[in-house]
């Protein structure tokens, strides 16, 4: 059932989630006759590198974690669904993967969002319950559902975890997940979000569990962890 969590994971982790595009550079201007050189604008700035430098890794986890990373080409299912908006300003962004352990217990994700200012970044924060909204409706309506993957019964709720950031959120959903075929399989499925905000970086994490719900505390620790690695950079 690992999959099928993860492809709920992957619209609904975040508000911002690795997806295969990125932002449009702008055109420069065409130059006219004049004394003056007409004005031209720049291609965004590329911070990818900057993003990756600030994912937590293997050494922030128990030992008995190992990290499952995201496969190239992963895109993001709710893109098309909810749009990509949130991602206005955006100059570089990473996926840590899942974090998961080697018995029971909930896996991890986080994702790193870096904008050109301070600004962009609160406006693509402000986006994030209507997002949410949109993925949960997106499970309800069977949009999610692929090959012999079935999903249904979401719920959303606001959750009041020690979540550090400028601005942040935490949210618990719970659905149900079923595999048909030979061996009909189903499964509750829980997961817990948080993101938060330092200066222009946007970052996310999110818990889940099959069975189980993964606990509170826990994520808020790992969310401490991301935020004092985001807080330490210039």
Not at 113 to 137: E, H, M, Q, W
Not at 197 to 214: D, F, L
């Amino acid at each position: 059932m690992r999959g099928l969590a993860w492809l709920v994971l992957l619209g609904l982790g975040a508000i911002v989630i690795a997806s295969c595009g990125g932002s449009t550079p702008k055109k420069t201007p065409t130059a006219t006759p004049s004394p003056t050189p007409a004005p031209t604008t720049s291609a965004p700035k590329d911070e990818t590198a900057f993003a990756q430098s600030m994912l937590l890794t293997l050494d922030d986890f128990p030992d008995d974690y190992d990290l499952s990373p995201i496969a190239a080409g992963d895109a993001n299912p709710l893109d098309t669904i909810c749009g990509t908006g949130r991602e206005a300003g955006k100059t570089g962004k990473a996926t840590a993967g899942d974090f998961v352990p080697a018995a029971d217990g909930a896996s991890y994700s986080e994702n790193i969002v870096v904008f050109a200012n301070s600004s962009a970044v609160s406006r693509a924060a402000d986006t994030l319950p209507s997002y949410v909204d949109c993925g949960v409706k997106a499970i309800n309506d069977g949009r999610l559902d692929r090959g012999n993957l079935r999903f249904g019964d979401a719920k959303l709720s606001s959750e009041n975890f020690d979540v550090p950031g400028e601005k942040h959120f935490a949210y618990s959903i719970t659905a149900t997940g079923r595999q048909t075929g030979k061996q009909d399989a189903f499964q509750n499925l829980y997961f817990l979000i948080v993101y938060g905000t330092q200066g222009r970086v946007g970052y996310s994490i999110s818990a889940n569990g099959a069975g189980e719900p993964p606990d509170g505390e826990e994520l808020s620790h790992v969310a401490h962890l991301a935020h004092e690695r985001i807080r330490q950079q210039p």
